[in-house]
């Protein structure tokens, strides 16, 4: 059972945009936080963004400004919107549900790839 679909990923160029999608298939998404997470090959995954359950965020450093977490409740979904796009972007990223938490379940992954 497919729990979280994450879509959206492709190839851009450098200072270009993507938005990423993750629905949850879960009835319960509005009360759990989220998170975006991305990895490369022979590094460890690391965070990107969490938006939780009330909608705040929170960014890793080397995206704030550019990158923009949401979440729509209606549609069980949230969304990671890429700008200004870099070459070290390029990564699997995933969608994850409750970091840490009791339901907490990973997403296969969407590759983004940004060119230079």
């Known amino acids: 059972q497919v729990q979280l679909v994450e879509s959206g990923g492709g190839l851009v160029q450098a200072g270009g945009s993507l938005r990423l999608s993750c629905e949850d298939s879960?009835?319960?998404?509005?009360?759990?936080?989220m998170g975006w997470y991305r990895q490369t090959p022979g590094k460890q995954r690391e965070l990107v963004a969490l938006?939780?359950?009330?909608?705040?965020?929170h960014y890793a450093d080397s995206v704030k400004g550019r990158f923009t977490i949401s979440r729509d409740n209606a549609k069980n979904t949230i969304y990671l919107q890429m700008y200004s796009l870099k070459p070290e972007d390029t990564a699997l990223y995933y969608c994850?549900?409750?970091?840490?938490?009791?339901?907490?379940?990973w997403g296969q992954g969407t590759q983004v790839t940004v060119s230079s």
């Open positions: 879960r009835r319960t998404f509005s009360v759990n936080n």
């Open positions: 938006i939780s359950s009330g909608g705040s965020t």
């Open positions: 994850r549900r409750d970091p840490g938490g009791l339901f907490d379940y």
